[in-house]
């Protein structure tokens, strides 16, 4: 159980998230002491043990934060305590902030979930689709197909736009990817974008769940129709607006490098050929899929603003149906969208317009349908629980050990709920 320093430092570090119409007319279910107490005991191990650097945690209920406690430290090379202000490489939790931004200019009819790709990015309309072939003699080469359908901005928030990560093994598309190199690079979206067109999708747009870089196009598509950066955008219309100081794409001050959390020496690789980046290091690719980084507290206000349906402190930055569009199910069987082997959502979530969304209760718990999130490859993640009116924060930076934590954390604290 949190001490009530470390409490009331959450208060503080996270004031004005509280919503005027945060769930008061809610009946929902409170913490047991005795659960949170094992959440705490759990992520003390995972510390004790070696596991990870530190971490924190934050629940926030009903506007408020319920738990919050701090763990281990941000580096084991220089052993500063881990705190509020510890800066978190955010990754893939970069991906929700750039689909709020699209969604932004949808609701200005500036942009349409039906729109083809290729109306803002022309390179789009010549890509092929490319189909593996296997010979009588058994030899299996690459064939190009036109697409039957054109990559729609829908399919990029959804990731059916036929755009993976790559990976060597993966067959021949994949191992196109991963050739490319793409992760290590540092070019701006525009040469990102172009040099990803380069490329055969890796299957017809809007028939497989397979994910990758389709939300890199995305940020593209935010700066061609908003005449800036993305991160120009995002601090105009989002960031700054919200008090998100801190969440940028690389760490600019050096007085700031010794607030950058770390994972451990030996657990620096995404997979064996990215390392984590260094993000002191100046970069120019704004990448809306994976590149931000920010605190815990930047994040809270963005997680409130989307459990309030879109308004935080008196501004509204997205009307309530479009959150609710956002946090719906958009890869469901009438959809007939097939799921990819590592079709990360998991079977009792499907996949909205830049989360995983619950559709379905996993056995021997009771957790809410509805309930919407995502993660980091660098092993932060944030759900948001509508019945509950709860959001929950963990941030911590290792790559190998995320998934299973995620898992144990989620258990332990819907456990709290007697849930």
Same mark, same amino acid.
């Given at each position: ?22 769930? #008061? ?6 913490? #047991? ?33 319920? =738990? ?12 500063? #305590? ?33 729109? @083809? !790709? ?19 003699? &058994? ?14 901005? *829908?399919? %990029? ?5 036929? %755009?993976? =990560? ?39 747009? +809007? ?27 995002? *601090? ?38 990215? @390392? ?12 809306? +899929? ?26 509204? =930055? ?29 079977? #009792?979530?499907?996949?909205?317009? &830049? ?5 379905? !209760? @996993?056995? +021997? ?11 980091? !490859? ?39 709920? +007697?849930?």
């Amino acid at each position: 159980m949190p001490g009530r320093r470390a409490f009331i430092a959450a208060l503080l570090l996270l004031v004005g998230a509280a919503s005027a119409q945060a769930g #008061s007319e809610r009946a929902t279910r409170n913490f #047991s002491p005795g659960g949170l107490t094992k959440v705490s005991d759990y992520i003390r191990n995972e510390v004790a043990t070696g596991k990870i650097p530190g971490a924190i945690l934050l629940l926030q209920q009903h506007g408020k934060p319920v =738990y919050y406690e701090t763990f281990g430290v941000r580096d084991v090379a220089t052993e500063i #305590s881990m705190s509020a202000d510890t800066i978190f490489r955010l990754y893939s939790m970069s991906k929700p902030v750039t689909s709020v931004m699209a969604m932004m200019l949808i609701e200005e009819g500036k942009l349409s979930l039906d729109d @083809p !790709v290729a109306n803002y990015i022309p390179a789009f309309a010549d890509m092929k689709v490319g189909v593996e072939k296997k010979a009588e003699d &058994g030899k299996v080469s690459l064939a190009l197909e036109p697409p039957a359908q054109p990559v729609t901005i *829908k399919d %990029l928030l959804r990731h059916t736009a036929g %755009l993976p =990560y790559g990976s060597s093994g993966g067959g021949a598309v994949r191992e196109l990817y991963a050739a490319a190199n793409l992760f290590n690079g540092d070019v701006s979206n525009t040469d990102f974008v172009a040099k990803l067109a380069t490329l055969p999708l890796a299957e017809q747009p +809007g028939t497989l769940w397979d994910y990758g870089f389709a939300t890199d196009v995305l940020g593209r598509v935010v700066e061609i129709i908003s005449g800036k950066t993305l991160l120009q955008f995002e *601090k105009e219309r989002l960031l700054d607006p919200l008090g998100m100081t801190e969440t940028a794409f690389f760490v600019t001050a050096p007085a700031k490098f010794s607030r950058i959390a770390e994972p451990m020496p030996n657990d620096r690789n995404i997979n064996p050929t990215t @390392p984590v980046r260094d993000v002191r290091r100046p970069a120019i690719w704004q990448s809306g +899929g994976a590149g931000m980084v920010g605190t815990v507290g930047d994040y809270a206000r963005f997680a409130q603003m989307l459990l309030n349906g879109g308004t935080y402190d008196g501004r509204r =930055y997205l009307k309530a149906e479009t959150i609710a569009l956002m946090a719906s199910d958009h890869v469901g069987p009438e959809t007939r969208i097939a799921r990819d082997h590592g079709y990360y959502p998991g079977g #009792s979530s499907g996949f909205g317009l &830049g989360f995983a969304v619950r559709t379905s !209760v @996993p056995p +021997g718990t009771s957790w809410p349908l509805g309930e919407y999130r995502w993660d980091g !490859v660098g092993g932060t993640f944030f759900f948001i629980d509508p019945e509950d009116d709860l959001f929950g924060i963990f941030m911590a930076q290792t790559p190998s050990q995320r998934g299973r934590i995620q898992l144990a954390l989620k258990t332990l604290i819907y456990q709290a709920m +007697g849930r």
